[in-house]
């Protein structure tokens, strides 16, 4: 009995050796790290120190580099010196005319152009074409603006009005059916690089083109006489509509020139067209006259409205 009494002393005793020795040997770790945490920061208070004392010196001399700077740019400049104010005028204008001539789109003309005209074509089957049969048969359409001026053009050698290319000239002598009527010369068109299609989605190029007024001569000028004309197109396509490519033919009634001021002068008179539809025909080969010829087929129908007018409308 006695001799497990002292056993377990002797265990006790050890255990508590044991733990003392834990202890300090834990305080030890403690105190040797809280030194070490110390020394860092006063090694990063120090070097945050260097760091303001450097970037206040840096800062310092930016801020003298720049004055100097801005000294030398204030000498040259007055060393040069400015524009006079007509001189800046001058050139803000030529810089203004170049933007606007860079603005214009490939569907529009200057508006400085006289007796401008927006043509709204509508392409698809109409009644008593002799387009083909299959053409146009679901009932689709194509329908684009095309921008055309009939102020007349000068030619630099002659000094005269520029005329149509032969083709042309050619092209629209062959949609005149009357004998008894008579022909102006026909003078070459002017119109947009393209004409507009799906909203301004897709284009389709505009070549060549010319005019011309067939009047007769045993009725009035108002009752008898029709403008003709004529555009070189690259030609579009919706499903089974199509506007081939080459030449498209245009008649609608004239009405002679109109002065807006009433004092008959006339450079400032404009062409009087007619508000109704007018045809848009092509000139295909069939067999619809009696024997195989040249034919002259309905494609579709527009209308002409003055550009400015047109513009104003359509905001663009």
């Given at each position: 009995?006695?001799?497990?009494?002292?056993?377990?002393?002797?265990?006790?005793?050890?255990?508590?050796?044991?733990?003392?020795?834990?202890?300090?040997?834990?305080?030890?770790?403690?105190?040797?790290?809280?030194?070490?945490?110390?020394?860092?920061?006063?090694?990063?208070?120090?070097?945050?120190?260097?760091?303001?004392?450097?970037?206040?010196?840096?800062?310092?001399?930016?801020?003298?580099?720049a004055e100097r700077l801005l000294a030398k740019a204030k000498a040259i400049r007055?060393?040069?010196?400015?524009?006079?104010?007509?001189?800046?005028?001058?050139?803000?204008?030529?810089?203004?005319?170049?933007?606007?001539?860079?603005?214009?789109?490939?569907?529009?003309?200057?508006?400085?152009?006289?007796?401008?005209?927006?043509?709204?074509?509508?392409?698809?089957?109409?009644?008593?074409?002799?387009?083909?049969?299959?053409?146009?048969?679901?009932?689709?359409?194509?329908?684009?603006?095309?921008?055309?001026?009939?102020?007349?053009?000068?030619?630099?050698?002659?000094?005269?009005?520029?005329?149509?290319?032969?083709?042309?000239?050619?092209?629209?002598?062959?949609?005149?059916?009357?004998?008894?009527?008579?022909?102006?010369?026909?003078?070459?068109?002017?119109?947009?690089?393209?004409?507009?299609?799906?909203?301004?989605?897709?284009?389709?190029?505009?070549?060549?083109?010319?005019?011309?007024?067939?009047?007769?001569?045993?009725?009035?000028?108002?009752?008898?006489?029709?403008?003709?004309?004529?555009?070189?197109?690259?030609?579009?396509?919706?499903?089974?509509?199509?506007?081939?490519?080459?030449?498209?033919?245009?008649?609608?009634?004239?009405?002679?020139?109109?002065?807006?001021g009433g004092n008959g002068d006339s450079t400032a008179a404009t062409m009087a067209?007619?508000n109704k539809e007018g045809t848009v025909t092509v000139k295909q080969m069939g067999?619809?006259?009696?024997?195989?010829?040249?034919?002259?087929?309905?494609?579709?129908?527009?209308?002409?409205?003055?550009?400015?007018?047109?513009?104003?409308?359509?905001?663009?």
């Amino acid at each position: 009995m006695m001799t497990k009494v002292l056993h377990l002393l002797v265990t006790v005793t050890l255990f508590l050796q044991w733990n003392v020795r834990f202890i300090s040997a834990f305080q030890t770790t403690i105190a040797t790290r809280c030194q070490t945490v110390q020394r860092q920061l006063c090694g990063n208070n120090s070097a945050s120190a260097s760091v303001r004392l450097g970037a206040t010196g840096d800062g310092n001399a930016a801020s003298e580099e720049a004055e100097r700077l801005l000294a030398k740019a204030k000498a040259i400049r007055e060393s040069l010196g400015t524009e006079s104010n007509d001189d800046v005028t001058k050139s803000d204008a030529t810089k203004t005319g170049q933007q606007q001539k860079e603005i214009l789109s490939d569907f529009s003309l200057p508006s400085s152009l006289a007796n401008g005209f927006r043509l709204y074509l509508d392409i698809g089957r109409e009644t008593g074409t002799w387009m083909d049969p299959r053409w146009g048969a679901s009932g689709r359409r194509i329908e684009c603006t095309v921008d055309v001026s009939f102020d007349k053009l000068v030619d630099e050698d002659t000094k005269g009005t520029l005329l149509a290319s032969e083709d042309i000239v050619a092209g629209l002598i062959k949609t005149v059916t009357s004998k008894s009527s008579s022909l102006s010369e026909v003078c070459k068109l002017r119109s947009a690089p393209y004409a507009r299609l799906r909203g301004g989605f897709d284009k389709m190029a505009i070549s060549d083109g010319g005019y011309c007024i067939e009047s007769s001569s045993s009725a009035s000028l108002s009752s008898s006489s029709t403008l003709r004309l004529c555009l070189s197109v690259a030609g579009a396509t919706n499903g089974d509509v199509s506007i081939p490519e080459g030449k498209l033919y245009f008649a609608l009634p004239y009405f002679g020139l109109q002065t807006s001021g009433g004092n008959g002068d006339s450079t400032a008179a404009t062409m009087a067209l007619s508000n109704k539809e007018g045809t848009v025909t092509v000139k295909q080969m069939g067999w619809h006259t009696g024997w195989y010829r040249e034919e002259s087929r309905i494609l579709g129908v527009f209308r002409a409205t003055p550009l400015e007018k047109a513009r104003a409308r359509d905001k663009f």
